[in-house]
Each structure stands twice: as structure tokens, then as C-alpha cells.
């Protein structure tokens, strides 16, 4: 079912808007945790709702490029699924440039050597901790994955390949991994690096060839996000702003043109960006996340419960 801005609008109570507004009181327990990998690197996870692990679905929040699990709506997002009853990680991946300050980019040199298929390696290995007891013992063995931009494509990519996985929400995806024409190819291989401009904080992170080598070596399969798609076969729930200019709308709309559409649902946000406006570091929430909140929550409830 496709769910428009034009077909269905979500209107929030006034009062309930002031209530968020002034005060969110969310009653779970939180805790940190560092998974190191079996390359040695450190996966730094936040686990919320501690208290609903042994009998509550898990849900996984997976950032995306320049994103980091302590960015702007993170947190909250977090708070939120597990005040609904899940329990809840969310990590960085251990090459995304983030270290020990764990707001900051203070690990540049690790971000240039970060590859698309160490970050499926490493989610995958987040789950085998999951479900081998990292965290705590489960009774419980639905997990849901809930990606944004590219890490919206990292988790439909892993979904495929991971039968554990039972649904999977995708805000601000990308459909694919190549987004870089020839002639930026042909300067990156002749530089070494490619450099990207970060606009929050001004600071120029470079990639390596590294990087480019893994998607022209697997994009055809591993890295095919369409493909995965096509074979997915699980519920999916795709949520994407009408504005986005990082990651068009046109590119939500071929995910969902691939998909099942008995297992798939488009929600088009009005007016919103690549965040749904929502700042970092946080400000707030708004009607249009709350709304966004709410639809992936029935989604993930219907899916995982």
C-alpha cells in the first residue's frame, strides 16, 4: 500500500504538541556496551530498555553516512521504541569516524579506510551478539532492523542475507551505493582520496580507494541494494521526506517499485528534509517526527509482535 502526503494527512492534537513540547519522560533503563569485532575494531552500543530484553523483539538502529548513533534524534529514537516495549541497540559502526567522544569526528583516518562490506561485516556481527547473549539472555527471537540514509541500505542488504531478520524500516535510503560519476572516479583513483565536505562542522573526511574498490568489486551482488529488494521478502517500510536533497525521493520510490507490495508500505513525508527536521545536536521533536515515530512503531509492532 502506498501512503502519500496527497492521500493521507497525520493531524497530532494541539495539547498533545505542547505536552511533547515542554516535557518526554520515558521509563526505561539504558546501558553501554563495546563489542570488538573480529577484526579487533570497536563497536561502541547503546542498549535501551534493558528491562524488556529477555521477553521483548529487538530492534536495531543502524546510522548512516556522517551519522553516528549519538546524533541529534538517536537518543530519543531509542527511548522512544523501547518506552514502546522493544529492546533497543543502537552503534556505531567502528570505522565511522567517530571514537571516544562519541559526538565528535576525532577518528578521520578511520573513517578514509571505511568500506561498505566492513559495515554489513559488522552488523552482522552485531546480531550474532545479540542472539548468542552479549547483551542477556532472550527468549524472544524477532529482530527488526531500523536504517537511516545509507545505513537504510546497509540493512536491507543485510536483511537479505540474515534470515534472523523479520522486518526492516528504511528512512531516507539510498537505492544504491554508486553515487559518483566517472570523472569523480577517475580523480579519486588518480588522488588516492576523495574528499567530502562535512557542513555541520566544516571538517574535509577523506575516503580511500578502498572504498571505491569494494563497490566495483561487489556491486553487482553484495552490494546490490535493488537486488536485495527484488529477493527481500520480508515486511519493509519505507519512509522518506518530500524534500530530501540528500537522497531523493525518486530513489524511495524505486525501492518501493522493486519491493512486494504485499509486504511493503511507502509513507511520503510532506515538506521534509533528509533528518525530517531534526537537528543536531537535539533540539526537540516535531509533528512530523512524532508522526514518522508512530507509523514505524505499528509497522514493527504489527511485524515483530
Not at 161 to 183: C, H, I, L, M
Not at 203 to 232: C, F, G, P, T, Y
Amino acid at each position: 500500500m502506498l501512503i502519500s502526503h496527497k492521500s493521507k494527512k497525520f493531524d497530532l492534537c494541539p495539547v498533545f504538541l505542547t505536552f511533547l513540547t515542554l516535557i518526554t519522560i520515558f521509563d526505561t533503563m539504558s546501558k553501554d556496551f563495546i563489542l570488538t569485532t573480529e577484526k579487533h575494531d570497536s563497536l561502541r552500543i547503546t542498549a535501551f530498555g534493558i528491562e524488556n530484553l529477555r521477553l521483548s523483539p529487538c530492534l536495531i538502529f543502524v546510522p548512516g553516512f556522517k551519522g553516528f548513533k549519538d546524533w541529534g534524534f538517536g537518543p530519543y529514537i531509542g527511548n522512544y521504541f523501547s518506552s514502546k516495549g522493544f529492546f533497543v541497540l543502537s552503534f556505531n559502526f567502528s570505522h565511522n569516524g567517530v571514537g571516544q567522544s562519541l559526538t565528535e569526528f576525532d577518528e578521520l583516518d578511520r573513517f578514509a579506510a571505511n568500506t561498505f562490506s566492513l559495515e554489513l561485516d559488522e552488523l552482522s556481527q552485531l546480531i550474532n551478539a545479540y542472539f548468542n547473549g552479549f547483551f542477556g539472555g532472550t527468549s524472544n527471537n524477532k529482530l527488526g532492523l531500523l536504517g537511516h540514509s545509507r545505513g537504510g541500505g546497509i540493512s536491507l542488504l543485510t536483511a537479505c542475507q540474515r534470515p534472523e531478520v523479520n522486518a526492516v524500516g528504511a528512512w531516507s535510503s539510498v537505492s544504491t551505493f554508486d553515487r559518483y560519476s566517472k570523472r569523480q572516479k577517475e580523480v579519486w583513483r588518480k588522488r588516492g582520496v576523495f574528499e567530502v565536505i562535512n557542513t555541520r562542522t566544516k571538517q574535509v573526511m577523506k575516503l580511500n580507494v578502498s572504498l571505491l574498490d569494494d563497490l566495483e568489486k561487489n556491486k553487482d551482488d553484495r552490494l546490490n541494494i535493488e537486488k536485495a529488494v527484488r529477493e527481500l521478502n520480508k515486511p519493509l517500510f519505507i519512509v522518506h521526506g518530500e524534500q530530501d536533497l540528500a537522497v531523493p525521493l525518486e530513489e524511495a520510490e524505486k525501492l518501493y517499485a522493486l519491493a512486494d507490495k504485499d509486504l511493503t508500505d511507502l509513507y511520503v513525508v510532506p515538506a521534509a528534509g533528509h533528518t525530517f527536521d531534526i537537528k543536531h545536536p537535539f533540539e526537540g521533536t516535531n509533528e512530523k517526527f512524532e508522526a514518522i515515530l508512530e507509523k514505524t512503531y505499528q509497522f514493527f509492532n504489527n511485524n515483530l509482535n
